[in-house]
């Protein structure tokens, strides 16, 4: 007789036959969430190709030169998009003069110049946390804000029909006013306040990507913070920061409200001279093209959406073309 006790149901050992092993286990695991991901990547893809090519087949028999150069008419045979295309490229130029700057400069002086007092980092702190949840403001929001703050100053300055304040006359092109009223440059300040958070927050990850080692070489090589920020850390973080840029100036170009908040849907036949002029921008005029009963007119936006995703693809390209050119191996 045995001594040997024997258990009833023996457990199988790991790699036994009929039980699969960890490693094939993981494997289809990965396999399967790879599927998800193509799968998921390729129905967006699709519908994204479907809904172009259908704007593409709508709006390809207005697509010509007349459109492009004539000013919006009743007629939808007659309409065009040459205000509306020129008063989106004064906003966002502007947009990109004053947002940029800001939020480099504030992302360097977050990331750069951290503070060491107690109550400077509690600040610190508070404004971090301030700027991540700006990013997702609606931004209606912004374009109420815009409307107190840049089109009426807070009414510090009177009224838009009896400004303040003035410099120069309206015929000069640098002519400005207080309040700044429902202009160009209101809505080149209001969209600054809707990518603002986007920019600070793309340069700030890009300027932490930056190695400390780098940082630490030019100190040590004699070079003041200023220069190693100037001369190593930026430099190395223009990538990145581009890339925040091209995701900022394409929300700006397509934001429809707060532009209707400030410059309101309005019928527009010129060119804005200065920036105190009215203007109106591609996502007002296709809304007010789509919003109209007659069909002619639904393929006079879809035209519209063309040539704004034309002059969107566009400012991609200079801004990729820039990240490429000082894009550089970190060593």
């Known amino acids: 007789m045995s001594l040997v006790p024997t258990h009833p149901n023996p457990v199988p050992a790991i790699g036994a036959v009929g039980s699969p092993k960890p490693e094939v286990i993981r494997t289809i695991k990965k396999q399967v969430f790879v599927g998800l991901c193509i799968a998921s990547a390729s129905l967006s893809i699709i519908v994204l190709a479907i809904l172009l090519g259908a704007i593409l087949l709508q709006g390809v028999k207005h697509l010509d030169w007349g459109f492009l150069t004539s000013p919006p008419s009743r007629k939808p045979e007659k309409a065009g998009i040459y205000p509306a295309m020129m008063g989106s490229i004064w906003v966002c130029l502007g947009c990109a003069v004053f947002a940029l700057p800001i939020g480099v400069g504030t992302a360097v002086y977050l990331e750069e110049f951290k503070p060491k007092h107690y109550l400077l ?131 700006a170009i397509g934001e429809a409200a707060p532009i209707l908040v400030i410059a309101g849907v309005v019928y527009i036949t010129f060119t804005p001279e200065h920036m105190m002029d009215d203007f109106t921008a591609m996502p007002l005029q296709i809304y007010d093209w789509a919003g109209r009963p007659s069909e002619e007119f639904h393929r006079v936006a879809a035209a519209g959406i063309i040539v704004l995703l034309a002059i969107l693809l566009s400012f991609n390209a200079v801004a990729i073309f820039i990240r490429h050119r000082f894009q550089r191996p970190l060593q």
């Open 121 to 251: 980092r509690k600040l610190h702190g508070f404004v971090q946390l301030n700027l991540s949840n700006l990013a997702g403001v609606p931004s209606i929001v912004y374009g109420i804000l815009g409307m107190t703050a840049f089109v009426q100053v807070f009414g510090l300055f009177g009224n838009a029909m009896e400004p303040g304040f003035t410099l120069g006359t309206i015929d000069n092109w640098y002519y400005i006013q207080f309040p700044l009223g429902r202009g160009v440059l209101a809505g080149s300040l209001t969209l600054m306040l809707v990518i603002l958070p986007i920019v600070t927050l793309a340069a700030q990850e890009s300027l932490r990507a930056v190695p400390n080692s780098l940082r630490e070489g030019a100190l040590a090589l004699g070079a003041t913070q200023w220069q190693t920020i100037a001369k190593t850390s930026l430099p190395a973080a223009i990538p990145g920061i581009m890339t925040g840029a091209i995701l900022a100036m394409s929300r």
